[in-house]
């Protein structure tokens, strides 16, 4: 009697393992993400972005561009964090990833090259929030432009748009697609997506 008691443990337990697994994985798929469309396809703004995993701040300041920085402003990128987890596992974006960059500016330069001092030496510093801009992988509904969306909320300080229309392929997916090191994404000025 003890002998089949073991067995029958045994056996539920590993069944138990054995359907643990898949619904790991089925969740992984399918819920990932914080993309919200509404009706209309339009993106509605990402909500609490700046909690999301901060994966860098790029900076092209004009100063260093001739005065003529397509982006001036610091590039604070974040990425939602269910997204970031699954990159951290197997190095790559799911669908369902929404990587949100706002764009701030610096503040005012006491020097030509625009850097000003500060205690901690000189250097370039944030100001003001100037604008957002965010991608979202969904590799059907953006097939057109290597599974990625690309969406603007304004280019200009808060409050940004409710939401967005993906934009067309010209304005940002062929810079990444011509530039970006690995699936869309600028991983080469991330150390943290290395």
Same mark, same amino acid.
């Given at each position: ?12 337990? !590993?069944?138990?393992? !054995? ?9 992984? &798929?399918? %819920? ?13 703004? @990402?909500?609490? +972005? *700046? ?9 092209? @300041?004009?100063? $260093?561009?001739?005065? %003529? ?23 790559? +974006? ?8 706002? !764009? ?7 020097? @030509?090259?625009?850097?000003?001092? &500060? ?21 059907? *509904? +953006? ?10 909320? %304004?280019?200009?300080?808060? @409050? ?6 993906? &934009? ?16 869309? $994404?600028?991983?080469? +000025? ?5």
């Amino acid at each position: 009697m003890h002998s089949i008691y073991k067995t029958v443990i045994s056996t539920a337990a !590993l069944c138990a393992g !054995l359907f643990a697994v898949p619904l790991a994985v089925a969740e992984e &798929a399918t %819920g990932i993400g914080a993309a919200v469309f509404d009706i209309k396809g339009d993106l509605v703004r @990402p909500e609490g +972005f *700046r909690q999301w995993v901060f994966i860098g701040a790029p900076l092209t @300041p004009n100063a $260093l561009n001739k005065g %003529g920085a397509a982006f001036p402003e610091f590039h604070y990128v974040y990425v939602n964090p269910d997204a970031f987890a699954v990159y951290q596992r197997t190095g790559t +974006f799911p669908d369902g990833t929404v990587v949100a960059k706002e !764009l701030v500016l610096l503040k005012p330069g006491e020097h @030509p090259d625009g850097s000003s001092d &500060a205690p901690s030496g000189r250097g370039y510093f944030a100001d003001k929030y100037n604008g957002m801009d965010v991608m979202v992988k969904d590799s059907k *509904r +953006f097939s057109a432009t290597s599974g990625w969306g690309f969406f603007n909320f %304004g280019h200009h300080a808060p @409050p940004y748009s409710e939401t967005s229309t993906a &934009a067309p392929a010209a304005s940002c997916a062929t810079c990444h697609q011509a530039n970006a090191q690995k699936d869309m $994404l600028f991983t080469q +000025f991330y150390p943290i997506l290395q």
